[in-house]
Nanobody
Framework: QVQLVESGGGLVQAGGSLRLSCAAS????????MGWFRQAPGKERELVAR????????YYADSVKGRFTISRDNAKNTVYLQMNTLKSEDTAVYYC???????????WGQGTQVTVSS
């Protein structure tokens, strides 16, 4: 079992930055792909960014490309999402997930709210 806990969400003005963290316990994250998802009110959950177990390959949704950066520190069992130039449409609950592959997400965190005011 892997337990994931997100932190770093909050209220920020448009154009600002936030850094989300996802700390894992129960098992090392080094063998898992990691992803950040978000879900806005009335919308489906969407993949924002993902990173392979080694960190050698990353993917970003077009909507965040150039503004968000996903990274991982396997020694700290933590994954990060640096979010810059935030827009009101980035407002959502952000979830991290761990997966045995890049498309199968086995474990989820409880989510952290990000609210961007315009």
């Amino acid at each position: 079992q892997v337990q994931l806990v997100e932190s770093g969400g909050g209220l920020v003005q448009a154009g600002g930055s936030l850094r989300l963290s996802c700390a894992a316990s129960g098992r090392t994250l080094s063998s898992y792909a990691m992803g950040w998802f978000r879900q806005a009110p009335g919308k489906e959950r969407e993949l924002v960014a993902r990173i392979t177990w080694s960190g050698g390959s990353v993917y970003y949704a077009d909507s965040v490309k150039g503004r968000f950066t996903i990274s991982r520190d396997n020694a700290k069992n933590t994954v990060y999402l640096q979010m810059n130039t935030l827009k009101s449409e980035d407002t959502a609950v952000y979830y991290c997930a761990a997966g045995t592959t890049l498309s199968i997400w086995n474990y989820w965190g409880q989510g952290t709210q990000v609210t961007v005011s315009s």
